[in-house]
């Protein structure tokens, strides 16, 4: 269609603008291009090579990133059923490929086939809950983007029409389902979390696949340009490092130096080691405090486990306390601390507050409040653990001889959203307060919004602490209200004064909200 310079110019910048896509992202982009071409009868290779290559990419894919696995299984699907013949023959050598590869690989990588129950349920309530805790706030700019995304599809759309047109039905059909599905895929990637990149990267990359031609010269031009500044202009990436392979050169030519030259290795790891151990700085007391013991990190700076390799990690089942998004993800955290098997310490992470450096004050992300993260096994940290060491960046909690009583109750309230509500105080001893909230996306608009886009976003008020970012899924699971004196923890680690009143609100929501149950509890703490 375009002169041999012209088309790698083309090319080559379109390679350039797509390095935002990380590797499965990548790998789901490329399912989509494969499935494309063979959908418009271009020559990929036998049926069977083609059904036992899609089988493979889907069982790695479904160990890589779950998501993206599913995706790439159901567009695999699709290819198959409008293609192959015979056609369910072929698809159970299709499922037979898929499952043998994902089987290997799990017990390869030293899995049990008794761990795949909780390895299938565990993901079911990450994924579930991404879309409820994860998604960021809207702004005029995502509206734009997101107008250009679908901009965009269309426009590839109507470039493509001539080249499906002279297809068999049953490949039309293919390849209306497998832009749907990818459309959907990348549209929840995009604009869930804000990955824009994602999303118009596989726009681009697809306008090259669905091209033929016949397509008319003026319309390519047009349509590629549309996309390509479309993702420019949404990831804010520079003309200069759009063009500039030299960085991208280097970076390859340094990791080529390293990856064929394995004598090289061990000194490779220790400069590795050498530049976390740098970052993290766990003091000598940090590390007393750790040897010998299991560990968990909390909030999610695991790679402290990479850089002292003395260090036991013993981690809970979710690891990083900010994406245990669901009751049952937080509850699958307070069972393992709660076990035999709960990890001896646990190494927490502050970072200095901006208007007081002698201070630290707890990681977090999206605006949360950090004792709300995972607030069942929050709660069974105070009950069961005490500290042994800290310092400003770091602290020490060892198990304790104690645990959680039988939580009892304070009072329940009934309030509108954004009605601040007073907490009750316990006076009694060793009493730790916390609220379990009812009523927040109970309804069946919130859980269809969540599955096609995502949650409503949802905000705490605190007495005399300020607003914060709230995970709908977990508030039923027991947020902290008050932590007594009894429980030491060094400045910047401590829970602080108990909290005065509870506001919880819904931003940008129709219709609006209904009413939320508060539920007060006194959970005492229990000692030998």
């Known amino acids: 269609m375009l002169p041999g310079?012209?088309?790698?110019?083309?090319?080559?910048i379109a390679m350039r603008a797509v390095i935002v896509l990380e590797p499965y992202e990548a790998l789901f982009v490329g399912v989509i291009a494969i499935a494309f071409s063979i959908l418009l009868g271009r020559r990929i290779g036998?049926?069977?090579?083609?059904v036992v290559g899609l089988g493979i990419v889907t069982g790695i894919a479904l160990l890589?990133?779950?998501?993206?696995?599913?995706?790439?299984?159901?567009?695999?699907?699709?290819?198959?059923?409008?293609v192959a013949r015979p056609r369910w023959p072929v698809m159970g050598g299709f499922v037979a490929t898929a499952a043998i590869t994902f089987l290997g690989l799990w017990l390869a990588t030293g899995q049990r086939i008794t761990d795949l129950v909780a390895y299938a349920t565990g993901s079911f309530e990450i994924i579930r809950g991404y879309s409820e805790a994860m998604g960021v706030d809207r702004t005029q700019t995502d509206d734009w983007v997101m107008l250009a995304y679908f901009v965009t599809i269309l426009l590839i759309a109507r470039m493509a029409l001539g080249g499906i047109r002279d297809r068999p039905i049953a490949h039309q059909v293919g390849i209306v389902a497998v832009a749907a599905l990818a459309g959907f895929a990348f549209f929840k990637t995009g604009f869930v979390r804000g990955g824009y990149g994602y999303a118009l990267s596989a726009v681009l990359v697809a306008f090259f696949v669905l091209a033929e031609s016949r397509t008319p010269r003026p319309l390519y031009m047009a349509v590629f340009a549309a996309t390509f500044?479309?993702?420019?202009?949404?990831?804010?990436?520079?003309?200069?490092?759009l063009v500039n392979p030299v960085p991208a050169v280097r970076a390859f030519a340094r990791e080529a130096a390293v990856v064929f030259r394995p004598w090289t290795w061990p000194t490779a790891e220790q400069r590795t080691r050498d530049q976390l151990q740098a970052q993290y700085k766990l003091e000598p007391e940090i590390l007393t405090a750790l040897a010998g013991s299991t560990i968990h990190v909390d909030p999610w700076e695991t790679a402290v486990m990479a850089?002292?390799?003395?260090l036991?990690?013993?981690?809970?089942?979710?690891?990083?306390?900010?994406?245990?998004?669901?009751?049952?993800?937080?509850?699958?955290?307070?069972?393992a601390l709660r076990s035999n098997d709960a990890p001896q310490r646990i190494l927490r992470e502050g970072q200095v507050a901006l208007n007081d450096s002698s201070r630290a004050v707890p990681v977090t992300i999206d605006g949360r409040f950090r004792w709300f993260d995972a607030p069942a096994a929050m709660l069974?940290?105070?009950?069961?653990?005490?500290?042994?060491?800290?310092?400003?960046?770091?602290?020490?909690?060892?198990?304790?001889?104690?645990?959680?009583?039988?939580?009892?109750?304070?009072?329940?309230?009934?309030?509108?959203?954004?009605q601040a509500v007073a907490v009750p105080l316990d006076p009694r001893p060793d009493r730790i307060v916390i609220v379990r909230v009812h009523g927040i996306n109970d309804s069946l608009v919130d859980r269809v919004l969540t599955t096609v886009y995502k949650a409503s976003e949802w905000y705490v008020t605190l007495g005399g602490l300020g607003r914060y970012r709230l995970v709908p899924d977990t508030a039923?699971?027991?947020?902290?209200?008050?932590?007594?004196?009894?429980?030491?923890r060094s400045p910047g680690f401590d829970f602080g004064p108990p909290i005065a009143s509870i506001s919880i609100t819904q931003r940008n929501r129709f219709p609006a909200p209904g009413p939320l149950t508060y539920e007060f509890l006194s959970v005492p703490l229990v000692r030998p």
Not at 64 to 82: D, E, P, T, Y
Not at 229 to 241: F, Q, R, T, Y
Not at 307 to 310: H, I, K, N, T
């Open 476 to 488: 039923q699971d027991g947020l902290l209200m008050a932590v007594p004196s009894t429980i030491h």
């Open 46 to 50: 036998r049926q069977a090579w083609i």
């Open 307 to 310: 850089a002292y390799p003395a």
């Open 229 to 241: 500044l479309s993702l420019v202009a949404a990831v804010g990436m520079s003309p200069v490092d």
């Open 380 to 418: 069974e940290t105070f009950c069961r653990y005490d500290e042994v060491a800290a310092n400003q960046r770091w602290e020490v909690l060892a198990q304790a001889a104690r645990h959680c009583g039988t939580p009892e109750p304070l009072a329940t309230v009934t309030a509108k959203p954004g």
């Open 312 to 335: 036991r990690w013993g981690p809970e089942p979710v690891f990083q306390s900010y994406s245990a998004y669901t009751s049952q993800l937080d509850e699958l955290n307070a069972a």
């Open 64 to 82: 890589g990133k779950i998501n993206v696995g599913l995706f790439v299984a159901a567009i695999s699907a699709v290819v198959i059923l409008a």
């Open 5 to 12: 310079w012209q088309a790698l110019v083309y090319a080559y």
